[in-house]
């Protein structure tokens, strides 16, 4: 079973604090990751995708790849409440063009 | 990106019948698909909708329940029939465009009672 592990939270930082949220998947052939986040009630929407080993800036947001760790983490920097959502992790495995999502992280920044 | 128009965007059915979901992509995608998500839940891929043949279901889905049609490479739709109260959930169409992730619509939010 190809699998997209996330702690569920949830994740409570200040504001203006850093956080991190993190991603591990169990098929060390995947090659695209994307971070998503999801407000209460609302779709997912496409923050962050990231393809090769290393960083990944993106104004305050950060995506982070090893590959040889097999997981992806999303760092946000100055979070701010509206920050305040959940944030899932999706992975292309080998061979699929299509994401396996995994459950989320739900991010609370408190003022 | 794409912008997808999805409706309707909330219902409440009765058990037994069945509700229609409508997804219009403002650009031409060879592919679209469908998601399920339950409360606390991740993601759940339903089906992929490809133009001009029949969808292709994954593991626990299956046609007679979810029904999908895909008349034209901008329109799909999903239907879930003889709703049961399990049904309840929020179902989703997205797409993909090459690099740049998968855009999803606003979702339909089903209460089956």
Redesign the interface.
Known sequence: QKE?EQN?GPLSVPEGAIASLNCTYSDRGSQSF?W?RQYS??????IM?IYSNGDKEDGRFTAQLNKASQYVSLLIRDSQPSDSATY?C?VNMRGS???T????TSLIVHP | ?AVISQKPSRDICQRGTSLTIQCQVDSQVTMM?WYRQQP????T?IA?ANQGSEATYESGFVIDKFPISRPNLTFSTLTVSNMSPEDSSIY?CSV?FT?????????T?LTVV
């Open positions: 997209v569920s994307f998503y009630g609302k779709s997912p929407e496409l995708s899932l999706a063009y299509i994401p999502f995994g459950r989320g | 990106s698909f606390g839940q991740s993601l891929l992929t989703l993909e690099g740049e992730g998968y855009t999803f619509g606003s979702g939010r």
